[in-house]
């Protein structure tokens, strides 16, 4: 008897430890995805999107999509219904009705922040129809200022019931990405057009009960000779930060290289993270571009909507 | 020494012979075609496969040797993998989707992307008057890596594809970049990397210590290419495959779904129209590539152009070692064919799986400026291949 309860235990061991090493493991892209969210959305001033969304699959889809503002992480929510592999496109400022022959309607949207989308299927639909969409978001301004950027995708794992509550643990959903290594120029103090930003976003959401997450965002810094630095901010719901005003590790006077490797963790929850790169080339102009990280590692989140 | 039983054997047959040949001496030889006697008999004993005559059909002969490469590394069964060995969420194979396009469904799996990676492939590496690019590699682990690299780029028909080679060696976490149109030599870091040019792509493949499957899967890199005078920047994260064993480095890395991850079957874009004044283009590579014999690879492009209406259309192409094509070339992606601002395209290799992504040229914004941005793929299906390192 001891021997079985030994046997049991050592079984569910390997269990966990597998569970484990399930747990810790960041979210594949690029691929047909279940819950996409794009990290920034914007259109105030001179900054408009244009927002792009597909449907990867050879079946209709009905996708539920929220606008997410600061600071309370409040906005709009419309369905988009896409027929087998279309594509569908707007103006964020513009919003659009009717595109394709099923009806779509997308509010406007005015400001800055984040937009989530979720595949929404019908009953008993397998795996194939819920990872079913793709998207990206095209950022533009005055002076051919372009940011684009693709959505994080997040695959579902195992066949279901559709819910309002996503469990994004590594079992029904892939988790978010626990770490962003991101490369970067450093920026030189004293000159604007080479301040590169940081885009930063909860990566829990609870929409029903308008619950803004905020967690404190850790940045550890590798210049080109291995020389490790470090820095810190915060984040609620979404922001937009100069990496040389949050800390001067970032420009070329204190990393001593043109370039740095940083690695973006949350501290009580997960993030969205990207980087907007700006540089001067060396012939002088101001160049602008998305800067898309690498990902390391998962960490659990919840997302609930109404 | 023959057997006496062959000795009786062949006595009996002289006698017979000898008496066999009598009559035919009171027959006119004038009167015997011999010829046609001869092609009779050789006919039949050819229907008894006995003929003595020798046969119209050509003697087989040994196959001249094929430029096939012969995988000296061949991996042995000793890699043979375990699944328990990969626990990952990774989503199990969906059905196929059957009536994708007219493409039918996608086999295998395809690569996942953003991930610590063994072998980066960037599609578009670019150093001329007007442009250079920023090429700059990470170590994502605590260890240190050995680096391959290879800058390719199409040298015409008679000379294939054109290639340099380097080798880097990172530290821990350590990040590196440099110019392409300049490279680099860094005493303080040892790293050096050597200038390129023209238009091509760069593969890097980790070389590790140890066999470690964490040891090679090591790297990320991006590229960022910019026009010098105006800023225009296409800025682009590297295609990457991860090891799927441990093992050393192969040299021949076996692109496989097995060794290593398998190359997309098909890329999916969400690309805009073109209209005058705004032209995207089409960067692609095959994702095979033979860096020991300098082989250019030539293989058609299918595509099928799905417009916001999903109304197909399709065209095709042909490519070889490395292309960038204006989407001019195609009318099938122009705003008066399709009739809607964007498209869904989706392209498929038919010699060898592709890798590639869509630079996107528009005016917009309220001056009309033009912009542009990297438009990296959707990745579906695997198909296997093979990058072999000299």
């Given at each position: 008897m001891r021997s079985l309860s030994l046997l049991i235990a050592t079984a569910l061991g390997v269990v966990a430890l597998a569970t484990t090493a399930a747990l810790a493991t960041s979210p594949a892209q690029r691929l047909p995805s279940a819950i996409i969210m794009y990290p920034n959305i914007r259109a105030e001033g001179d900054f408009d999107t244009r927002v792009e969304m597909v449907n990867l699959t050879s079946r209709d889809q009905v996708v539920k999509c929220h606008y997410l503002k600061p600071p309370l992480c409040s906005g709009s929510d419309f369905i988009v219904r896409l027929?087998?592999?279309?594509?569908?496109?707007?103006?964020?400022?513009?919003?659009?009705?009717?595109?394709?022959?099923?009806?779509?309607?997308?509010?406007?949207?005015?400001?800055?922040?984040?937009?989530?989308?979720?595949?929404?299927?019908?009953?008993?639909?397998?795996?194939?129809?819920?990872?079913?969409?793709?998207?990206?978001?095209?950022?533009?301004?005055?002076?051919?200022?372009?940011?684009?950027?693709?959505?994080?995708?997040?695959?579902?794992?195992?066949?279901?019931?559709?819910?309002?509550?996503?469990?994004?643990?590594?079992?029904?959903?892939?988790?978010?990405?626990?770490?962003?290594?991101?490369?970067?120029?450093?920026?030189?103090?004293?000159?604007?057009?080479?301040?590169?930003?940081?885009?930063?976003?909860?990566?829990?959401?609870?929409?029903?009960?308008?619950?803004?997450?905020?967690?404190?965002?850790?940045?550890?810094?590798?210049?080109?000779?291995?020389?490790?630095?470090?820095?810190?901010?915060?984040?609620?719901?979404?922001?937009?930060?100069?990496?040389?005003?949050?800390?001067?590790?970032?420009?070329?006077?204190?990393?001593?290289?043109?370039?740095?490797?940083?690695?973006?963790?949350?501290?009580?929850?997960?993030?969205?993270?990207?980087?907007?790169?700006?540089?001067?080339?060396?012939?002088?102009?101001?160049?602008?571009?998305?800067?898309?990280?690498?990902?390391?590692?998962?960490?659990?989140?919840?997302?609930?909507?109404? | 020494m023959k057997a006496p039983w062959m000795r009786r054997i062949a006595a009996a047959l002289l006698v017979c012979f000898a008496c066999a040949g009598a009559p035919a001496r009171a027959v006119e030889i004038d009167d015997v075609d011999w010829s046609a006697v001869l092609r009779a008999l050789g006919i039949a004993l050819d229907s008894w496969r006995l003929s003595p005559f020798p046969r119209m059909t050509p003697t087989p002969t040994v196959p001249p040797p094929t430029s096939t490469p012969i995988p000296t590394d061949t991996p042995t069964s000793t890699n043979t993998p375990t699944r328990t060995l990969t626990f990952t969420p990774t989503p199990i194979p969906t059905e196929p989707q059957a009536g994708q396009l007219s493409f039918g469904p996608a086999p295998g799996l395809a690569p996942p992307q953003r991930l610590a990676s063994a072998l980066l492939i960037f599609p578009y590496i670019v150093h001329n008057s007007s442009a250079d690019t920023r090429v700059t590699l990470i170590n994502m682990t605590n260890r240190d890596i050995g680096v391959n690299c290879f800058f390719v780029r199409d040298a015409g028909p008679v000379l294939g594809c054109f290639e340099i080679g380097f080798r880097v060696n990172l530290t821990p976490l350590q990040p590196f970049s440099w110019f392409a149109g300049e490279g680099t030599n860094n005493p303080l870091t040892f790293t050096a990397a050597p200038p390129f040019d023209g238009v091509g792509e760069l593969r890097c493949a980790v070389d590790p210590e140890v066999p470690d499957l964490d040891a090679h899967n090591a790297l990320q890199g991006r590229a960022t290419v910019f026009e010098d005078s105006s800023g225009d920047t296409v800025a682009y994260g590297a295609v990457g495959f991860q090891r799927r064993v441990p093992g050393s480095f192969p040299g021949s890395i076996p692109l496989d779904g097995f060794t290593y991850d398998q190359c997309p079957e098909r890329l999916h874009f969400q690309v805009l129209s073109h209209q005058s004044g705004s032209v995207s283009s089409l960067v692609l590579t095959p994702c095979e590539q033979d860096l020991l014999r300098q082989l250019s690879i030539s293989t058609v492009v299918q595509m099928q152009i799905v417009n916001e209406f999903e109304q197909v259309f399709s065209s095709s192409t042909r490519f070889a070692c490395h292309a960038v094509i204006p989407f001019t070339k195609f009318s099938t992606l122009g705003r008066a064919t399709l009739g809607t601002d964007t498209a869904h395209l989706v392209l498929r290799g038919v010699s060898s799986p592709l890798v590639g992504m869509v630079i996107d040229r528009f005016r917009g914004g309220p001056d009309n400026s033009t912009h542009i941005s990297a438009n990296d793929p959707y990745l579906e299906g695997g198909m296997p291949s093979t990058v072999i390192f000299p």
């Open positions: 027929t087998p592999n279309q594509p569908i496109s707007w103006m964020a400022s513009e919003g659009t009705i009717g595109a394709g022959f099923r009806p779509v309607a997308v509010p406007p949207f005015f400001g800055e922040g984040t937009l989530k989308c979720f595949v929404t299927p019908e009953d008993d639909a397998g795996l194939d129809h819920q990872n079913a969409i793709q998207g990206r978001a095209i950022v533009y301004g005055r002076d051919g200022y372009t940011e684009s950027f693709g959505a994080i995708g997040i695959e579902r794992l195992t066949p279901g019931d559709f819910s309002t509550t996503f469990e994004l643990d590594g079992v029904t959903y892939a988790q978010c990405p626990d770490e962003y290594h991101f490369t970067f120029i450093a920026s030189e103090l004293g000159n604007p057009d080479t301040e590169s930003e940081i885009i930063l976003s909860t990566c829990d959401e609870d929409l029903e009960n308008l619950l803004a997450a905020s967690t404190v965002v850790q940045f550890q810094i590798i210049n080109e000779f291995e020389q490790m630095l470090s820095a810190s901010t915060s984040v609620r719901c979404y922001d937009r930060q100069v990496l040389s005003r949050i800390n001067s590790v970032f420009s070329f006077e204190s990393l001593g290289t043109p370039t740095g490797q940083v690695i973006v963790r949350g501290v009580s929850g997960a993030v969205i993270a990207v980087i907007v790169d700006k540089f001067e080339t060396p012939g002088g102009a101001a160049a602008v571009a998305g800067n898309e990280p690498a990902l390391s590692r998962g960490r659990a989140a919840r997302i609930r909507i109404p | -």
